[in-house]
């Protein structure tokens, strides 16, 4: 994997951690670090940072403008529909629902939530063999 880490600055670090922790924590991730303004949540060599910088220009993030608009995870067959039906009382919301679970087209089965501070993720359902 070409990937090391990913660093998410977040506005309110107690809501995202609510939210992706929840989420990483489901799709296999562990709790990685740990300190005062951040945590980390890694799988095999790659972890994913959620930090509440000091130097943090704004209070949400907007995936329609130039930077990250969305990270995707692949999520095991069958466990799609559940995690959905979990994800708001972790702080996620479903976006294209009219859509859902094709609106990324016909066969490609996947969610796409967006949490409070407007981070978006897409959750891929491997098909099975």
Do not use: C, I, K
């Not at 509440?52 to 608009?69: E, F, I, K, Y």
């Not at 466990?79 to 994800?87: F, H, K």
């Amino acid at each position: 994997m070409l990937l090391h880490h990913v660093e998410l600055w977040v506005p309110d670090l107690t809501r995202a951690v609510r939210s992706w922790g929840w989420l990483l924590t489901e799709l296999g991730a562990e709790p990685f670090q740990a300190w005062s303004g951040g945590r980390s949540w890694r799988s095999g060599d790659v972890y994913l940072v959620l930090e509440q910088s000091p130097d943090l220009v704004g209070t949400a993030h907007d995936r329609r403008r130039p930077g990250l608009n969305h990270l995707a995870f692949h999520v095991p067959a069958g466990r799609l529909d559940g995690l959905v039906d979990e994800a708001a009382a972790h702080g996620w919301r479903l976006l294209f629902g009219d859509r859902h679970p094709f609106a990324g087209g016909p066969g490609h089965r996947a969610a796409y939530l967006e949490d409070a501070d407007g981070f978006e993720v897409e959750l891929v359902e491997r098909v099975s063999p």
